[in-house]
């Protein structure tokens, strides 16, 4: 399963895969992929994966399983540590870029190269 706040992501894949899609925060990706685990999915690929920081890109991709097992204890310190790294992130850097369309787009096209390049 792609959990995914980016469009051109669930343009590309929802035909393929299933996907969770919402218009929302980087933050709320992680938070919808944490309560994820806590049912019983798995990580298949690390929250922040790419040298792009958490505070420099509104959009990720997430890729986890579709089958539900129990509670994986490394998926859920992995997403709580990626919860915390993107808050410190967030607090600590002043980071901050005027987001025109054109950077939105290159935004955009990053993560779905990472995530295409995760799945193939």
Same mark, same amino acid.
């Given at each position: ?8 992501? =669930? ?26 685990? &806590?049912?019983? &999915?798995?990580?298949?690929? &690390? @929250?922040?994966?790419?040298? /792009?920081? @958490?505070?420099?890109? @509104? =959009? ?21 540590? $990626? ?30 190269? /990472?995530?295409?390049? $995760?799945?193939?």
């Amino acid at each position: 399963m792609i959990v995914t706040n980016n469009d051109k992501v =669930y343009e590309k894949f929802k035909d393929d895969y299933s996907i969770y899609y919402k218009d929302c925060s980087f933050r709320e990706v992680l938070l919808y992929v944490r309560d994820r685990i &806590h049912e019983g &999915h798995k990580l298949l690929t &690390h @929250p922040l994966s790419s040298s /792009i920081k @958490p505070n420099e890109t @509104p =959009y990720k991709s997430i890729l986890i399983s579709d089958d539900l097992k129990s509670l994986d204890y490394n998926s859920l310190i992995i997403i709580e540590n $990626a919860i915390m790294t993107y808050d410190k992130f967030k607090k600590d850097k002043n980071f901050t870029i005027e987001l025109t369309d054109k950077i939105i787009d290159d935004f955009k096209l990053i993560d779905l190269s /990472i995530i295409e390049h $995760a799945i193939l």
